[in-house]
């Protein structure tokens, strides 16, 4: 579907610091909670993690839906989540703050269900990949969905970094939650067509051409006003025809013809 956008703003001026303001506070957001991820894999050895990770039909691991996206399991896995999660996240936030937030709570349950659903017996799964397969699945289905200007330069910059996640929600590798990945993405699609009308289209300024174009159409239409006659229709009638004369009328009457001697 195509929303309309609106009309760029008396002040664009005051629309820049107000875009500027929402990219600093979603990047703000995105670098606490990697913060938050560094400091949950610190004290992650301090006990066994594996209780908190996610054990696919497993009551136990049941607990893993909710505390699996916090934990890691090395520094390379931490490091990989928290570049895509500080590009995707601040790219989500800055685009579509409101339904990034409502989000984000089917993308962390639509992780840690498809681990828990697919996974294998047995196995563990932990990570904060599902939340990235979220958050770009998110941002790229809002940009077909929505198609204004901001919509579809999100979304191709969240494809142009993180495409391959397309194919990554599929069995690709051992050792890697792909189960996570698929239920991540389930997720943020599902959101994508559920919140799409959260946020506003935000308002565009026109082109010069688009000005020069607008000006040109109201020039002609105004010349055309100006020289082209009326309608038919819309000209004034004024005279009627009387109703006791004859019904072809008489224009001139001439004396009677006299007879040839």
């Known amino acids: 579907m195509h929303l309309d956008m609106p009309e760029a703003p008396a002040d664009p001026e005051a629309q ?7 990219l600093v506070t979603a990047l703000k957001a995105s ?15 301090l006990g066994d993690h594996r209780l908190f990770a996610v054990s696919p039909w497993s009551l136990q691991g049941l607990l893993g839906v909710l505390t699996a996206p916090l934990l890691h399991g090395s520094p390379a896995h931490i490091l990989a989540n928290s570049g895509a999660l500080l590009i995707l996240g601040t790219l989500a936030l800055a685009a579509y703050p409101r ?16 681990a828990w659903l697919l996974g294998d017996a047995g ?12 958050l770009m699945f998110l941002v790229f289905v809002l940009g077909l969905l929505r198609r204004d200007r ?31 990945h698929l239920g991540g993405a389930i997720g ?21 051409w688009e000005i020069e174009e607008e ?47």
């Open 123 to 134: 196995s563990y799964h932990l990570g904060a990949s599902g939340l990235t397969h979220g």
């Open 150 to 180: 901001p919509s579809i330069a999100a979304g191709m910059i969240a494809f142009f970094f993180y495409g391959g996640m397309l194919l990554t929600v599929l069995p690709q590798e051992p050792g890697v939650s792909w189960q996570s």
């Open 16 to 22: 820049r610091k107000r875009d500027q303001r929402r």
């Open 188 to 208: 943020g699609i599902v959101a994508a067509f559920l919140f799409r009308h959260l946020d506003p289209i935000p308002p565009r300024r026109k082109y010069s």
């Open 99 to 114: 339904a990034t937030v409502r989000a984000l709570p089917l993308m962390w349950l639509g992780s840690g269900l498809g």
């Open 31 to 45: 670098i606490l909670f990697v913060l938050l991820l560094m400091i949950v894999f610190g004290l992650q050895g």
């Open 215 to 261: 000006e040109a159409e109201r020039t002609a239409q105004e010349a055309r006003d100006t020289l082209e006659p009326p309608s038919p229709h819309d000209v004034p009638v004024l005279w009627h025809r009387e109703p006791d004369r004859d019904e072809r009328g008489v224009v001139l009457r001439f004396p009677p013809r006299k007879p040839e001697p």
